[in-house]
């Protein structure tokens, strides 16, 4: 989620200096805005307008590309020119409209799993956006629903969802807990590190790992955030098993 300006120049900036020194890419992404929220009183933006001057920024003085959640189809028109790469949250994936305006855009775009689809249905997810664009299209794994409150990994997902595009293996949504911090979700980020390297063991094509200077006060997904002073050490451990590197 967009902070403020200074907090984002400060993630970005300090994970293209790690992401440099051990060559492999990067890509800058923050939410303008949080439109699946437990609770009605759960924080979901400083301002969409605000948000997006902040993302522009970014990408500008820092010299990275750009990512960001679109909830609805009449927002990518206005994401154009800002961002880099579109991305489908999770529970969206099956939203037909949605998928087809960004493939309208003719921008890359990332699709994240729903944590309720089938891995080989994901195919038409892909599908509905490549009707109308050849750029690349991306699926995240990000963990599927076991009972309520936890999600667990199926490592199959990977070989059958890299029939149809890449896969993007999204570190800190999968050791989620979804609705089991009273109100919000809640996670376990020692996790991270185990399910992550499986991933990397697996031959996903890159990692979606959130980050924050402060993890246990960021404004969403606290719980399960890698510490930016820790992301070096591990990246370094993805890499020594990943063929990304």
Same mark, same amino acid.
């Given at each position: 989620?967009?902070?403020?300006?200074?907090?984002?120049?400060?993630?970005?900036?300090?994970?293209?200096?790690?992401?440099?020194? &051990? /060559?492999?890419?990067?890509?800058?992404?923050?939410? =303008?805005?949080?439109?699946?929220?437990?609770?009605?009183?759960?924080?979901?933006?400083?301002?969409?307008?605000?948000?997006?001057?902040?993302?522009?920024?970014?990408?500008?003085?820092?010299?990275?590309?750009? &990512?960001?959640?679109?909830?609805? !189809?009449?927002?990518?028109?206005?994401?154009?020119?800002?961002?880099?790469? @579109?991305?489908?949250?999770? =529970? @969206?994936?099956?939203?037909?409209?949605?998928?087809?305006?960004?493939?309208? !855009? +003719?921008?890359?775009?990332?699709?994240?799993?729903?944590?309720?689809?089938?891995?080989?249905?994901?195919?038409?997810?892909?599908?509905?956006?490549?009707?109308?664009?050849?750029?690349?299209?991306? &699926?995240?794994?990000?963990?599927?629903?076991?009972?309520?409150?936890? @999600? #667990? #990994?199926?490592?199959?997902?990977?070989?059958?969802?890299?029939? =149809?595009?890449? #896969?993007? =293996?999204?570190?800190?949504?999968?050791?989620?807990?979804?609705?089991?911090?009273?109100?919000?979700?809640?996670?376990?980020? #020692?996790?991270?590190?185990?399910?992550?390297?499986?991933?990397?063991?697996?031959?996903?094509?890159?990692?979606?790992?959130?980050?924050?200077?402060?993890?246990? /006060?960021?404004?969403?997904? +606290?719980?399960?955030?890698?510490?930016?002073?820790?992301?070096?050490?591990? @990246?370094?451990?993805? &890499?020594?098993?990943?063929?990304?590197?």
């Amino acid at each position: 989620m967009v902070e403020g300006l200074d907090l984002c120049l400060q993630v970005a900036t300090t994970m293209k200096e790690i992401t440099g020194r &051990l /060559n492999v890419p990067y890509i800058f992404k923050a939410s =303008f805005e949080k439109a699946n929220r437990t609770s009605g009183s759960s924080f979901r933006s400083i301002g969409i307008e605000e948000s997006l001057k902040i993302l522009e920024t970014v990408k500008k003085e820092v010299g990275v590309p750009v &990512l960001t959640d679109v909830h609805e !189809s009449n927002q990518v028109e206005m994401l154009k020119g800002i961002v880099d790469v @579109l991305q489908i949250p999770a =529970f @969206l994936c099956r939203q037909t409209d949605l998928l087809e305006a960004c493939g309208k !855009s +003719g921008m890359p775009v990332n699709i994240k799993k729903g944590q309720f689809m089938a891995p080989a249905d994901m195919k038409y997810a892909v599908e509905k956006v490549k009707k109308f664009s050849n750029a690349p299209v991306l &699926l995240t794994e990000r963990g599927t629903f076991f009972g309520y409150g936890n @999600l #667990v #990994v199926d490592y199959r997902s990977i070989p059958i969802m890299q029939e =149809f595009a890449p #896969v993007i =293996f999204d570190v800190t949504h999968s050791v989620q807990l979804p609705g089991a911090g009273d109100g919000k979700s809640s996670g376990n980020r #020692v996790m991270a590190p185990t399910l992550a390297k499986a991933a990397a063991a697996a031959g996903v094509e890159g990692f979606f790992i959130e980050t924050h200077p402060d993890p246990d /006060n960021a404004w969403s997904d +606290g719980p399960n955030m890698i510490p930016l002073n820790e992301m070096e050490s591990f @990246l370094q451990q993805l &890499l020594t098993i990943s063929k990304i590197g």
